[in-house]
């Protein structure tokens, strides 16, 4: 293509490949979606993944003393290292400690984890080669790869059992262009939580085809009763792993922006490069917010344990009422979460005829019950939606008691009847009690 001349005497103003490339799905279905909530309802958003949206759920007050006591120093206004303070990455590394050893320097600081997810997948992939992402997954993998030319490949999660990676799928997805292997543990949207035998497995796969992972923790800790959150960095024998995390989810904050990327990486596979890398990335920007770094040693000491298991708790009794409640409901299927702040709800679209597609669903969902759920289509996977649990109690019940009426009113019954005989018949001793 050749450029206009400097002397023509117009503008023309265009924008860069990359901008024109780069899109966030979520937002992009959401704000297509043409429909109004219907007036005589309070407006229900089961959609928005931001804890902090209702005012139920918020940091504990020294988190709050934290940035006020850093508003008075003043190295908390002036830039830091790119990498972020050593103080703050001290703590960083001492709060990891569960991941496995790590010194300061292991620790990258990061605007948020998209930012630290951004710069791992900027340091290892170029334009070309490609990035394995499990699928329902988080869509900002795509939104950041995708401009720049770096190919997001799927590997297939397990509805039927606790959306358990299917490992074959994932070796198959893997070729030479292949730089890592994401692993969003606890996940979002699913909720599910990996023990560690099957992360275990997943280091197998990594192993065998040398693709170093590269983990989600932002859920890091986040697992109701009865789970163990294990850190794969803590597990893995050869395997590097480039763990994104931050205080977002954990500690409610998600405006501060602050997260991090943490290299763990035993034998020394990545070498200096990838580090370097890294560093040369964290150059973009001038480093992340120097205030919140400044309040991070005493957000990550000081927060009581008793204040994430309150936290956790509410949002497993939110995960329970919401299951209770839609097991109810005619034609779908909600998935027990084990961990994060998610639930998605399988939806049989062949009981619902009327419906072309799931967005068809969350959008009639949305006009007659005031009711909003994400679509699966905002994950890569249809014939699914995902709610939100964080929301305050009364609405999340009153929320599924409507989408419970709402199927109600829309299940088509004699697809209903076909579906239980089929279930009937499918069993061979309960076929002779119908003949
Ligand atoms: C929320 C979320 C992030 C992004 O966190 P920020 O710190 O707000 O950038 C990354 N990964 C997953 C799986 C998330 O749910």
């Known amino acids: 293509m050749s450029r206009r001349s400097r002397s023509s005497q117009e503008w023309e103003v265009r924008a860069s490949t990359l901008a024109r490339n780069t899109s966030n799905l979520i937002r992009n279905i959401v704000e297509n979606l043409q429909v109004e909530p219907n007036p005589d309802k309070e407006f229900i958003a089961l959609s928005i993944g931001d804890p902090t949206t209702f005012g139920n759920l918020n940091p504990p007050d020294h988190v709050l003393q934290a940035v006020r006591n850093a508003i008075e120093t003043h190295t908390s206004r002036g830039y830091g290292p790119v990498k972020g303070h050593l103080e703050a990455r001290q703590a960083v590394a001492e ?33 070309g080669q490609n990035i394995l992402v499990p699928r329902p997954g988080f869509l900002i993998y795509k939104t950041l790869a995708e401009g720049l030319g770096i190919v997001i490949k799927y590997y297939n ?89 931050g205080i977002t989810k954990r500690f409610l904050v998600p405006g501060w922006r602050m997260g991090w990327v943490i290299i763990h990486d035993r034998n020394n596979i990545l ?16 480093g992340p ?21 309150e936290v956790v708790l509410f949002i497993e009794n939110q995960a329970k009422l919401a299951y209770e409640e839609l097991r109810r409901a005619q034609g779908l299927r909600p998935i027990m979460p084990q961990g994060a702040m998610y639930m998605m709800i399988g939806i049989k679209m062949a009981l619902f005829p009327k419906f072309k597609s799931e967005l068809q669903f969350v959008e009639r969902l949305v006009s ?15 014939n699914y939606m995902r709610i939100v649990l964080t929301v305050p109690e009364d609405k999340l019940r009153e929320a599924c008691q409507r989408i419970v009426i709402f199927c109600n009113d829309h299940v088509d019954n004699g697809e209903r009847v076909k579906e239980i005989v089929s279930d009937i018949v499918s069993v061979p001793s309960d076929a002779e009690v119908i003949m």
């Open 289 to 309: 917010s120097t205030l919140i770094q400044r309040a991070l040693p005493m957000i990550l000491k000081c927060t009581p344990q008793s204040f994430f298991d």
């Open 157 to 245: 999660l397990l509805p039927d059992e606790q959306w358990k990676v299917d490992l074959e799928d994932l070796e198959s997805q893997i070729d030479d262009d292949t730089v890592g292997i994401v692993v969003i543990n606890p996940s979002n949207p699913c909720g599910s939580v990996f023990d560690k035998d099957h992360l275990s497995e997943i280091l197998d796969v990594a192993q065998r085809n040398h693709v170093p992972i590269i983990a989600d923790e932002i859920y890091e800790h986040f697992v109701f009763s009865g789970n163990t959150f294990t850190a794969i960095s803590s597990i893995s024998k050869d395997v590097p792993v480039l763990t994104c995390g």
């Open 271 to 286: 070498g200096k490069e990838i580090r370097r890398g890294l560093n040369n990335l964290a150059t973009r920007i001038l």
């Open 95 to 127: 709060y990891s400690a569960h991941q496995g050893e790590i010194l300061p320097d292991d620790v990258i600081l990061s605007s948020g984890c998209s930012h630290a997810i951004e710069l791992v997948i900027t340091a290892l992939a170029d334009s």
């Open 368 to 382: 007659e019950q005031s009711v909003f759920c994400l679509p699966g289509q905002c994950f890569e996977y249809p």
